[in-house]
């Protein structure tokens, strides 16, 4: 930078010179910074966590200030440019596009976090209905053991009942035999000519043995009765 003109040409303020290298060290510390960050952030494969926000607000800081001493470059140039040699203007030009192409890189990093945000988003509702789709199959299993249980149980109920009607059916064979038999024992007795008292006997015998049967019947009926809820 050649030139020395003073901000207003006169006295006062700082030259264009002084603003120039104040603008180029600002932006040498921006560019370094910058290159910590996209280093940051391809190293943690773009982990929002392990960014730090501090180093983009101070490069963003840095780079308005950049642009401000930009404007306070060129407006020295537009006021006295006759005094401004060819190069010093060319040297304010590239520190103004410098600058510009480091917005552009912040622009896009910016543009790369905020799509990572949003990518994490999506991914969180989506697992969250994953999980959702999950839970109601697993109320559909619940649903379709329970159906199949209520078929067993149905199943065992049948078989139950079906074992209930043959004792009961065996028995009714037992009781017609039974009745037979006394009626042959009673002929047979009345023909040798016993006694009435072993006749009030032999009934008594045979009343005791309908109490049995009835209770066996009984009996059976409470197991089957139990068996069918335990079943329930």
């Known amino acids: 930078m050649e030139a020395a003109t003073t901000a207003g040409g006169g006295g006062g303020g700082n030259t264009l010179s002084e603003i120039y ?27 929002m966590e392990s960014q730090s926000p501090d180093l983009s607000s101070s490069i963003k800081r840095d780079l308005t200030h950049i642009q401000s001493l930009c404007v306070e470059m060129d407006r020295l140039c537009r006021s006295l440019p006759s005094r401004i040699p060819p190069r010093s203007l060319e040297e304010v030009e590239q520190v103004t596009e410098e600058a510009e192409s480091l917005k552009q890189s912040l622009d896009k990093y910016f543009l790369r976090n905020q799509k990572r945000v949003t990518e994490a988003k999506e991914r969180a509702e989506l697992l969250g209905r994953a999980n959702g789709d999950s839970h109601v199959l697993r109320i559909f ?92």
């Not at 290298?21 to 290159?35: C, M, P, V």
């Open 141 to 232: 299993n619940e649903e379709a053991q329970a159906r199949q249980s209520v078929r067993s149980s149905a199943r065992m109920l049948e078989e139950a009942s079906l074992t209930g009607e043959a004792i009961l059916s065996a028995m009714s064979g037992s009781r017609e035999r039974l009745k037979n038999a006394h009626r042959k024992a009673l002929d047979v007795l009345n023909t040798v000519g016993l006694s009435n008292s072993v006749l009030r006997l032999i009934e008594r015998r045979h009343r005791v043995d309908n109490w049995i049967k009835y209770a066996s019947m009984i009996l059976t009926l409470v197991i089957v009765f139990i068996i069918w809820r335990w079943t329930r």
């Open 21 to 47: 290298q104040n603008a180029k060290k600002i932006q040498l510390r921006t560019r370094d910074a910058l290159e910590r960050l996209e280093r940051l952030e391809y190293s943690t494969g773009g982990s």
